[in-house]
């Protein structure tokens, strides 16, 4: 097909604005779905997204549009709407010209609407700013203008109000994403390039790809290798995603189309297909790799009771904590599967000295994802945290409490500015380690959920930190080692023996409870022992009571885990380091 009739965009909006309903509507204005049945959202496939309401794996639709008797294809790039996911939202962005900068005109700017405003900027791309949800009898839209003008230096003439609940606006919308965005920039007369957008796993055929093509043709049969290890593979599956896949022969450049190469085949999100005679070095768009944000070990719930520890587990990253949840939910709805984790941390990084350390890890910088794997201060010449930066849009009266908390949280405020007399944009420097369990809560219990919050990745920074570990009896709980910023060191270590005081029942013998960094024990907390059975005064008595009580006993005991002898609550791994 022609070029000149191709547009490549993305709806990108804060959370809520409206994005997936808008998508349903240009389904349905394209005729791909029919009007007036509830659809429940196409484009938002995964049962888990269904129930939480959230988009969270990208799906892709290629809509005919006919506009001044002229047939155009317009590839609809869908993207995630939660922080946690934004690096997702960045990879769909490399197949675009344009987004659609959807903006709720009732909640106005948001924080996620900066943020994606900044990425859309970043990549040069067309941003068509359009007002949703004008049926609402709060919706300001001229308040919401100048928003946009202050804020991003919109031109205030160049925005569009719809509804998508409605349908309002829909066919104007069409016409703008064809007048203002331009056709991809590619060339089908090149020899073959495409990058992989996103991947998926497809029972039968292998790994699916979603492709953007640079440059020349992709067709049925032909060979190609992979940027990444070179390897060579023919192409056996080509569809345009309609959703639905609509198996196509041919695919020319500038279109965005699955692609699979059997049951082995397929490369990451970011790597590059190139026709067999493409120099190596080809090197045609750069995604970011994606950055593991959040790690937790994991562990199969059925097998933890056989092993002396949780079982024989992993420590997997994630890109944040609703990553997380969704991962876990996922795996019990799709596999059957149920899991346990262990409380979340971040990834650190240190410097190290000592030749034959270095000589052992290949390097004088080593990234932590589990505080065990910390080196002997000794050998330590250097910490670093990751760091983010933040932003939070919030009503002006609450930039005290904010900025507090911000504080608080070891974060270092920007010079705040107004989006409107309303409403203000802050901005913190921040460790991530601070934000990752409970941050977004406290801010919407400050300001009575009025602000929102969005952060992106700012590097990791020299810090000062130290391994705390967890005594029981004098003997090591591996899964409660903690890597801790210092000023936190007292806090966490009374906090933490508190905590598992109440947490672990208590036993036969007494048990000591010791937070240690560094040889020095920072807080003790004594569990005395037991006296009596915790059945004796029910001798003679009740025995349905009874049975009942030995019954929860050995229920429970399935759940333990022992130290030292100690037996420990198996949720207590999982609970005590939440805050
Ligand atoms: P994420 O997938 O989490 O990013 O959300 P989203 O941006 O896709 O929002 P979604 O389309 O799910 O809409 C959020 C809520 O706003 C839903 O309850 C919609 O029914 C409602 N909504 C969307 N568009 C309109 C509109 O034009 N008018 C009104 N009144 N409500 C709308």
Redesign the pocket.
């Known amino acids: 097909s022609d070029i000149n009739k191709i547009r490549n965009f993305s709806i990108v909006?804060?959370?809520?604005?409206?994005?997936?309903?808008?998508?349903d509507r240009l389904l349905e204005v394209t005729g791909v779905i029919k009007p007036g049945v509830d659809n429940a959202?196409v484009l938002?496939q995964l049962q888990v997204?269904r129930e939480r309401?959230?988009?969270v794996k990208a799906v892709t639709a290629s809509l005919d549009y006919m506009y001044q008797n002229e047939k155009y294809l317009l590839n609809l790039i869908d993207t995630?709407?939660?922080v946690d996911f934004s690096s997702e939202v960045v990879r769909s962005i490399t197949a675009c010209q344009g987004v659609v900068l959807?903006v709720d005109a009732n909640e106005g700017v948001q924080a996620q609407t900066v943020a994606v405003h900044s990425l859309a900027k970043k990549n040069n791309l067309i941003i068509i700013p359009v007002l949703?949800?004008?049926?609402?009898k709060n919706a300001d839209p001229e308040k919401v203008k100048k928003q946009l003008k202050s804020v991003f230096d919109i031109d205030e003439n160049t925005v569009l109000k719809?509804?998508?609940?409605?349908g309002w606006g829909i066919n104007e919308l069409m016409q703008a994403i064809i007048e203002r965005i331009p056709p991809p920039p590619a060339d089908p007369n090149s020899s073959f390039k495409a990058h992989v957008i996103d991947t998926w796993h497809d029972k039968h055929r292998g790994i699916m790809c979603l492709t953007y093509i640079h440059s020349g043709r992709a067709r049925i049969g032909q060979s190609v290798k992979w940027r990444s290890n070179l390897k060579q593979q023919t192409i056996k599956a080509l569809a345009l995603l309609r959703p639905h896949e609509e198996p196509v022969a041919s695919a020319t450049a500038g279109q965005v189309v699955m692609l699979g190469c059997g049951p082995k085949g397929g490369g990451a999100v970011g790597d590059q297909l190139l026709s067999l005679e493409s120099a190596e070095n080809t090197e045609i768009v750069t995604i970011p790799p994606v950055r593991h944000m959040v790690y937790a070990g994991i562990y199969p719930a059925d097998q933890s009771q056989h092993h002396p520890a949780l079982g024989q587990g992993w420590r997997l990253g994630f890109l944040g904590l609703l990553h997380l949840e969704v991962f876990t939910q996922r795996l019990l709805q799709e596999y059957k599967a149920e899991a346990i984790l262990t409380a979340p941390s971040v990834p650190y990084k240190v410097k190290i000295r000592g030749s034959k350390l270095i000589k052992h890890y290949k390097s004088d910088e080593l990234i932590i994802t589990n505080p065990l794997q910390l080196p002997h201060p000794h050998n330590i010449t250097e910490y670093f945290e990751p760091f983010v930066i933040g932003t939070v849009v919030t009503p002006t009266e609450y930039i005290g409490p904010v900025t507090t908390l911000c504080i608080d949280r070891r974060g270092t405020p920007l010079v705040p500015s107004p989006i409107d007399d309303k409403l203000t944009m802050m901005q913190f420097i921040l460790p991530l380690a601070e934000i990752v369990m409970d941050f977004h809560d406290s801010l919407k219990s400050i300001t009575s959920g009025y602000a929102s919050f969005d952060y992106q990745d700012h590097g990791f920074h020299s810090s000062a930190l130290a391994r705390m570990d967890i005594l029981l009896n004098g003997v090591l709980v591996e899964e409660l080692a903690s890597i801790v910023h210092v000023s936190r060191l007292e806090y966490n270590a009374r906090r933490l023996t508190e905590k598992l005081k109440e947490m672990i029942p208590r036993q036969m013998v007494q048990i000591a409870i010791q937070a240690v960094v560094g040889g020095k024990v920072y807080a003790r907390e004594t569990l005395k022992a037991y006296r009596k059975d915790v059945t004796a005064k029910l001798y003679g008595g009740d025995v349905t009571r009874r049975k009942k009580l030995l019954k929860q006993q050995t229920e429970g005991k399935k759940k333990m885990r022992s130290v030292a002898n100690i037996r420990i609550p198996r949720d207590t791994f999982i609970d005590v380091l939440k805050k």
Do not use: F, M, R, Y
């Open positions: 909006a804060h959370v809520d604005h409206g994005k997936s309903t808008l998508a959202q938002d997204e309401g959230i988009t995630p709407g939660h959807l949703n949800k004008v049926d609402l719809i509804s998508a609940k409605k």
